[in-house]
């Protein structure tokens, strides 16, 4: 599989590489559990995902602690985050650092002190080792708050030690809910709530049940079964495709919706939605950082490092696996 990323682009590209819906590593999605392949067509057009919120960050509060008394981790140098300086993000969308190399049992502590958080809520949060899809263990850290999603307009700064601060905005919240048995999405925003047909995953090809957050969007990419194991089932382009796992699951545009959606599952694992505006009116009003739940499938829940599967872990879960515990960001 070839992923070409030359054009398509959305302006809130995530910091870590993403796949498509049918990925390079082990598939789930629009595939089997093989090796998968999806690149972006070279004549998509561009599209601007985010909104641009002011450097400035006003009622955060992570310039004004001080430095930890443990020496700064050397790992921080070279430390990637998922989101851009300015970044306007769905609810669901957690703070994401990822290392080149594993951080150490011993340095992760540090680590965590050294990755200062502040917002404007004052939300209780803490930071949680992730295995990455693909990832060793340690190569991954993420910050979620202790409630479910982030409050809209919670303007959040990063210090990433002294390399350097970050500013995000969370915007409005964006919840969908995918009812596998039911063949139907129920989308609560701006409090309106919308019912759109879905068709998901046939027996066999199940979608992954949870909650699971847009990664990134493209109006059109190229899918080729042969890449998974599945003959010539299907190659060909799927248009305003929203990414949900690394492993490659999608909510995207597909032929057989308009005939299947509300009625039965019959997708290699992504939401296939109708093509008489449906999918693309999905597409318009999603952000990277947004909820898409999914219930009733018949497949395991989705794993926590496969994407931003975060919230699938309860807090008592999620602190498990946090080396500094639970902070306040005020």
């Not at 070409?4 to 809130?12: F, I, L, P, Q, V």
């Not at 970050?166 to 995918?178: D, K, M, N, P, Y």
């Not at 694992?269 to 739940?293: E, M, P, S």
Request: proline letters at 5%.
């Amino acid at each position: 599989m070839h992923l070409d990323r030359s054009a398509g682009r959305t302006a809130g590209r995530l910091g870590a590489a993403v796949t498509a819906c049918v990925a390079l590593l082990s598939a789930v999605g629009c595939s089997t559990d093989a090796g998968t392949g999806v690149r972006v067509a070279d004549d998509a057009p561009r599209t601007h995902d985010s909104t641009a919120a002011p450097a400035q960050a006003h009622g955060r509060t992570a310039h004004a602690r001080p430095a930890p008394s443990t020496p700064e981790p050397t790992a921080l140098a070279r430390a990637t985050v998922n989101m851009s300086d300015g970044q306007t993000v769905g609810v669901g969308m957690p703070i994401s650092v990822t290392f080149p190399q594993p951080v150490p049992l011993a340095d992760r502590k540090a680590v965590e002190d050294w990755l200062r958080v502040g917002t404007s809520s004052g939300a209780t949060g803490a930071w949680s080792w992730v295995k990455g899809h693909n990832l060793w263990d340690g190569q991954r850290v993420d910050f979620r708050p202790s409630t479910t999603y982030w409050a809209p307009g919670t303007e959040i700064t990063l210090r990433l030690g002294s390399h350097g601060v970050r500013h995000f905005t969370i915007g409005r919240s964006l919840v969908a809910t995918v009812d596998a048995e039911t063949h139907q999405m129920t989308v609560v925003t701006g409090g309106k709530t919308q019912r759109i047909p879905v068709t998901t995953g046939a027996p066999g090809t199940d979608t992954w049940n949870g909650t699971m957050v847009v990664m990134d969007k493209q109006p059109k990419v190229l899918m080729d079964s042969r890449t998974v194991g599945l003959g010539d089932e299907y190659r060909g382009d799927y248009y305003w495709a929203v990414h949900l796992t690394t492993s490659g699951t999608y909510v995207h545009q597909n032929p057989r919706a308009d005939t299947e959606a509300g009625h039965r599952n019959v997708t290699h694992g992504c939401v296939g939605l109708a093509t008489d505006g449906t999918a693309k009116r999905f597409y318009d009003q999603v952000r990277i950082g947004d909820v898409v739940k999914v219930v009733g499938a018949k497949k395991d829940r989705v794993a926590v490092g496969n994407g931003y599967g975060d919230w699938n872990l309860t807090w008592k879960q999620w602190l498990a696996h946090s080396a500094a515990g639970a902070t306040t960001t005020a």
